[in-house]
């Protein structure tokens, strides 16, 4: 049976391209005509439904939709049969394959290992994967460092080569494994770059900025610090500073924050927080209709499922069944195929 559901005329279906719920997902393939393909293949859990609609990204003739593709951890299989079709040097070549997304995407180095002279090293220099990191440990001449940089898998090569970071060292302040190598060199500190760091130890190089910047904390981006779950603690004593609230909005770990400010509240980021459901329920009437889309548990409100319809759709499955299992003809041919009494029968089921 496939779900009927209420779609508010309000929703808004490019953002719904970007959910990763399942039930979103049901929801885009029963109305496929309102995807945006361009937008759907940056959504790695939709996969399956782009295997399908192959056809469709084709038609686009979009070099960007089969870049996403290529750098999909998910879309092996999409890339192998193309290769069982072309050959690996026309393969690479191919308008359907990216080198660029191929040598970023974490489950398809192994496609690159027979033609190293293909890979696209900028590229896998950001690639976090076993098999990237010894091809660039081998090939060290090759690296981008500024790639490398954010690579938390290539903190050893970092670290015996702090002197090549001068000047690309901006990815840096994003590597989970690179906190002590940012508390030695300050100065390698991006804000930006380190709101999106999820070692709960990027707390204190936050708190190592402040302090080194104190005598001018009015220039600190204080708004982009609230993307970072662990550093909402700490913008606790800098609510003044904030002057954009739509990333603290976003933030699904900063909802007892949100609430003690819901004055300051951005409603367009708040639509888009998973947490944040029992105050946009709370507030109806405050619902971004251009956001909410994107919010994985809030289908419930944009899309309620329509239980009667559903109820209505399984009646004729229901008599069907019914007419089947409660066939005198069936009943009888059961009381004599397993010797039960035909009015013990009648009873069970009844």
Known sequence: MKPIFNVDPRLSWDDVCYNKSPMALDLLMIHQDKINWELLVKNFDATYILKDNLDKIDSLNKIDCWYWISRNPNAIDILENILKKEKWSRFLRHPKVNSIGLSGNFNAVHLLHQYPSKIDWSALSGNESFEAIKLLENNQHKIDWFNLAG????????????????????????NYNAIEILRA???FISLPYLALNKNPKSAEIFTLYIELHQHKIETINFDIM???????PILENYVQY?????????NPYAIDFIEKHLDKVNWRGL?????????????????????IGFNKNALHIFAPLNYQAMKEQMMQFHRELTEYVLNPLRIQRLSRSYEIDFHKLIENYF
């Open 151 to 174: 690579n938390k898998n290539a903190i050893h090569i970092l670290e015996n080569n702090i002197d090549k970071l001068n000047q690309t060292h901006i990815f840096l302040s994003m």
């Open 185 to 187: 060199k300050p100065e």
């Open 226 to 232: 609230g993307r970072n779950r662990y550093a909402i």
């Open 242 to 250: 904030i002057r954009d609230w739509l990333f603290v909005s976003i």
């Open 271 to 291: 639509s888009m927080n998973h947490n944040a459901i029992h105050l946009l329920e709370r507030y109806p009437e405050k619902i971004n209709w251009e956001s």
